[in-house]
T-cell receptor, first 112, second 115 residues
């Protein structure tokens, strides 16, 4: 699976947009980008995923660059409850079991 | 919204004992997974399960581990003879069978403490 690189930590002011970058320069054509988050010791929570087009849902927006070598997760109005570790994962669709390989992610702290 | 449920939330077991962790995946999901997370470390893949058999397993998933879907709703992880290093959070996940790009949905885990 393609390797991803994320900053280890970020801060964001409450109410402001949180922009979390992810580098996946070795991504191949059949690999999707997934974002999950983990709040304290809870299970990873799915946020959003995409292949090459930008995606938006009720939680966040995913912006993927045209060359697909990087992406940004945007939380439009961060709240204190968005404080969590955010994981960017790249996974090929031909992976037999379709399992995820988690990295160390970005620890986002939303500041009041 | 449907969710993956795991029981118990915390299991304390003596080293060498067998333990069974239970999961109820989301109804109508067809792919099932176990992951673990040792305190302070990454979430690690253990095993994937589809059509009543293991699809993939990691190096961690050795002969001490087994999985089973005993009925139409439960998915279990058994550790035959627990070791101290098995202490971790164990997460179950499931996903729908339609489309290989569909995301997995995780439960809130079972904290396994080996004494």
């Amino acid at each position: 699976d393609a390797k991803t690189t994320q900053p280890p930590s970020m801060d964001c002011a409450e109410g402001r947009a949180a922009n979390l970058p992810c580098n996946h320069s070795t991504i191949s054509g059949n690999e999707y980008v997934y974002w999950y988050r983990q709040i304290h010791s809870q299970g990873p929570q799915y946020i959003i995923h995409g292949l090459k087009n930008n995606e938006t849902n009720e939680m966040a927006s995913l912006i993927i660059t045209e060359d697909r070598k990087s992406s940004t997760l945007i939380l439009p109005h961060a709240t204190l409850r968005d404080t969590a570790v955010y994981y960017c994962i790249v996974r090929p669709i031909w992976n037999t079991g379709n399992q995820f390989y988690f990295g160390t992610g970005t620890s986002l702290t939303v500041i009041p | 919204e449907p969710e993956v449920t795991q029981t118990p939330s915390h299991q304390v077991t003596q080293m060498g004992q067998e333990v069974i962790l239970r999961c109820v995946p989301i109804s109508n999901h067809l792919y099932f997974y176990w992951y673990r997370q040792i305190l302070g470390q990454k979430v690690e893949f253990l095993v994937s399960f589809y059509n009543n058999e293991i699809s993939e397993k990691s190096e961690i998933f050795d002969d001490q581990f087994s999985v089973e879907r005993p009925d139409g709703s439960n998915f279990t992880l058994k550790i035959r003879s627990t070791k101290l290093e098995d202490s971790a959070m164990y997460f179950c996940a499931s996903r729908t069978g339609t489309g290989h790009n569909q995301p997995q949905h995780f439960g809130d885990g079972t904290r396994l403490s080996i004494l």
